[in-house]
């Protein structure tokens, strides 16, 4: 019998998702991903290879970094401000194999009322 592995299983299931999800330059990715201590996120043409925009909690406007909720509606904060001042209006939502609760969904309503569409 094999032993389950989490982050093989998220893996997995990331996998799958970037299999359907792609960033263009109309409408880029934006990647979510959280640590145990930290939360990340990124917007990225894919077409380009290169990332637009990110904002995570290690940057200096947190003074205290941890992956919470509070800390996860702040990032969806930062990043909606930032991409709104490069002109992203719109973008497609990679949730990174995580399930859509708590952290993830704080970030991603915390983008959606900065005026980012998805």
Do not use: C, W
């Not at 996998?15 to 990124?42: F, M, W």
């Not at 930032?82 to 399930?99: N, P, Y």
């Amino acid at each position: 019998m094999s032993i389950i592995n989490r982050k093989s299983i998220r893996r997995r299931i990331h996998d799958r998702i970037r299999r359907k999800v792609s960033g263009t330059p109309e409408r880029p990715r934006l990647a979510v991903h959280y640590s145990n201590q930290h939360i990340y996120a990124q917007v990225i043409d894919d077409v380009a290879g290169r990332t637009l925009v990110s904002a995570s909690t290690m940057d200096k406007s947190f003074e205290k970094a941890s992956s919470n909720v509070e800390s996860a509606q702040q990032v969806g904060k930062l990043l909606a401000e930032r991409a709104k001042e490069t002109q992203i209006s719109a973008v497609v939502f990679d949730r990174g194999g995580h399930l859509y609760h708590g952290k993830i969904k704080a970030l991603a309503d915390a983008v959606r009322e900065g005026g980012i569409q998805f």
